[in-house]
């Protein structure tokens, strides 16, 4: 089976000498296409860093990632966003969409950025599929918690992505009281 997704010896540390923190040490991991998997951690374990070095939004201080078969930090910037906006779907942890722009052009906005023709069928069929038809014209400000992260989950379908990387909301990290 092809990996759709495979890290080997990813390193990311933050700040220097007692003040360090080794966000991501050392980690690797391998996944399947086709699978869903969850990566699960206390607060501050590292998970966002680990997801955005993944999705390419940020670079490692070293080790490699390979997305469907492709050494992603081996490419240049401008490269490296290019291969973002084909072949990875990113639902940030606070969902990142536009103020000013309602819920069809928040959705279909990838797909402007990649110079791609938006197929009206499609975007329907996907706001259809996550029950959000009748927000197409709400601006996210009108939006509850549920039909936010529904916008941003469209946004990530939208241009077919060969992988999705869902950070978690950060209204479910409740303080443990025990
Ligand atoms: N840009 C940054 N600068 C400095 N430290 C950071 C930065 N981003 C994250 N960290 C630190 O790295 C650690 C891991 O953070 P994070 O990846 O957000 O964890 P999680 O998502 O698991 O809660 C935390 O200690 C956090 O404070
Ligand atoms: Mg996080």
């Given at each position: 089976m092809s990996s759709i997704l495979k890290v080997e010896d990813l390193v990311k540390y933050y700040g220097?000498?007692?003040?360090?923190?080794?966000?991501?040490?050392h980690t690797s991991l391998q996944i399947e296409r086709g699978k869903f998997t969850a990566i699960v951690g206390r607060s501050g374990s590292g998970k966002s860093t680990l997801l955005h070095l993944i999705g390419g939004l940020d670079r490692p201080d070293s080790g490699k990632v390979w997305i469907d078969g492709t050494?992603?930090?081996?490419?240049k910037d401008d490269k490296l966003a290019q291969f973002r906006r084909k072949k990875i779907g990113f639902i940030f942890q606070d969902f990142n969409?536009?103020?000013?722009?309602n819920v069809w052009e928040n959705i279909v906005l990838p797909l402007g950025l990649d110079n791609r023709k938006v197929k009206p069928r499609e975007v329907e069929d996907i706001l259809k599929k996550i029950g959000l038809q009748d927000k197409k014209?709400?601006?996210?400000?009108?939006?509850s918690g549920g039909q936010k992260q529904r916008t941003a989950i469209a946004r990530a379908l939208v241009t077919r992505p060969a992988i999705i990387l869902a950070d978690e909301r950060r209204e479910t990290l409740i303080p443990r009281l025990s």
């Open positions: 220097e000498g007692e003040n360090q923190v080794r966000a991501v040490d050494d992603i930090y081996s490419r969409l536009i103020p000013s722009l014209d709400a601006m996210p400000s009108a939006l």
